[in-house]
């Protein structure tokens, strides 16, 4: 890839989804020399070595930050703060940390916690990108073409590493933006974790009913559309909601307050006022979509030249 940041070594905390598409996507763009898997689960990372999708797996933190370029954390929220401490002995100057995390304050409140002095190193991330199956067999060198990677760089982090961390997510094919780290959680507790925790519990309501055989016996593609995301980690998903639970409550209070309007509307039979909030709802959606497809459409190759 012309004029790409190379990383000689890249160490992945977390194999699975997030981490190991990183590790195939820097592979795929050629900008990466040797990369090293770490992480809880011996089993991920023996399929990760498996598969291709890291060199090897590390037998010590030491050992596997010894000249590291690029350090990325894929693990879930809640374990970041012990990860980076367990890092800190380690850490080489020229070592650059990000993250994946789905929440950005308090993985940078983590992070200040664990690093101290050598916060300047770490650079906070979240790519926008995922999927309900979790473990190194998901992984996918594609994952991150096209969509947006959200860098909420500290006041300390260098122009330097920032630009380095943006490089490597952009050799995954990645669009960089940034965001300020509250207005991060703000955004993605309206569009990401607020249908999470209501996907989970619609899935969990039905499933607690006497006739929940029969319901799921007749539930299609409206019902599969809906929920798909209730298939994700409950694991991930526990540390995400408590990380961002502020902005989450929030959210969740103006969706209730939506939805007792909607009881109101319904218990009057008011189909007029229901019609107008599916219309607009039907608009909005529309308009979302369309941008993406445009989008896309001005992103992708022209193939008549
Ligand atoms: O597609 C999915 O399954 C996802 O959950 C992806 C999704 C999202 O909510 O859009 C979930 C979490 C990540 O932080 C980013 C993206």
């Not at 699975?16 to 195939?24: E, K, T, W």
């Not at 050992?63 to 800190?88: F, K, R, W």
């Not at 009057?268 to 369309?290: F, I, K, P, S």
Request: hydrophobic share 50%; with cysteine.
């Amino acid at each position: 890839m012309a004029g790409a940041v190379v990383f000689d070594k890249v160490v992945i905390f977390g194999v699975g989804l997030i981490g190991g598409s990183f590790a195939l996507a820097l592979r795929t763009a050629g900008v990466v020399g040797h990369i090293v898997g770490m992480g809880r689960s011996k089993e991920a990372l023996g399929r990760a070595l498996e598969l291709g999708i890291v060199d090897s797996v590390g037998d010590s933190i030491a050992a596997a930050l010894n000249g590291a370029s690029l350090v990325l954390i894929a693990a879930p929220v809640a374990q970041t703060e012990a990860i980076l401490a367990s890092m800190l002995p380690h850490l080489e100057a020229g070592t650059i940390v990000t993250d994946a995390g789905s929440t950005k304050a308090d993985v940078a409140a983590a992070a200040r916690r664990a690093l101290g002095a050598r916060i300047s190193q770490f650079v906070p991330g979240h790519p926008i990108a995922g999927g309900e199956s979790n473990g190194p067999d998901a992984a996918v060198a594609n994952l991150y073409q096209g969509k947006k990677t959200v860098l909420t760089p500290l006041p300390e982090n260098s122009a330097i590493d920032i630009a380095r961390v943006a490089g490597a997510w952009t050799a995954c094919g990645a669009v960089v933006r940034q965001l300020e780290p509250g207005e991060h959680d703000k955004v993605f507790a309206a569009v990401s974790h607020l249908p999470h925790l209501l996907a989970y519990a619609l899935v969990d309501d039905i499933a607690n009913k006497r006739h929940a055989g029969l319901l799921f016996q007749y539930a299609a593609s409206g019902f599969r559309d809906f929920t798909r995301i209730a298939a994700s980690s409950p694991e991930m998903w526990r540390d995400i909601s408590l990380a961002n639970r502020d902005a989450l409550l929030g959210e969740l209070d103006a969706y209730l307050a939506q939805l007792i309007g909607m009881r109101a509307m319904l218990a009057a039979g008011d189909g007029a006022a229901l019609e107008t909030v599916y219309a607009n709802a039907q608009r909005a959606r529309r308009q979302w979509t369309g941008a993406i497809e445009a989008a896309e459409a001005s992103q992708a190759p022209d193939v008549t030249q």
